[in-house]
């Protein structure tokens, strides 16, 4: 399984030391940090995670469109998360039972925006 990963910290932070237990169960990740993600990073991917708060999971979510997303707090003891769906502690085990096909896929619903009858991109979305 290919899973790419979508996060804001870098090398030694508590996400990667979680990540690299998960990289030893026979999953092949792929990183990408919050602000960089592009569309094209999405080939051949299986499942994005996201880690971090309900920022990093908007982040990553931007540019899924036929690909699952679990999103991961990363400090719930700091953040609550509204769409984040498991905390990072969990995270392993959560992987384990998509693996193994044991899982419940909750679709949710994106709105566009037109101003004018122009439909907004995502770069003017963010101010760009």
């Known amino acids: 399984m290919k899973i790419l990963v979508v996060c804001k910290h870098a090398e030694n932070s508590r996400e990667a ?14 990183y990408s940090w919050k602000n960089t993600l592009a569309p094209g990073e999405l080939k051949g991917i299986d499942l994005v995670v996201s880690i971090g708060g309900d920022g990093t999971a908007l982040s990553a979510s931007h540019f899924l469109i036929d690909k699952p997303l679990l999103a991961v707090n990363s ?25 193994s096909g044991n ?12 101003i004018n009858g122009k439909l907004q991109s995502e770069a003017r979305r963010k101010g760009r």
């Open 17 to 30: 030391k979680v990540l690299s237990s998960v990289l030893n169960n026979g999953f092949e990740i792929i």
């Open 75 to 99: 400090d719930p003891e700091k953040s609550e998360g509204a769409l984040t769906t498991i905390n990072i502690d969990e995270l392993e085990n959560k992987l384990e039972e998509i693996k």
């Open 103 to 114: 899982f419940k896929v909750e679709k949710l619903e994106r709105v566009e925006v037109e």
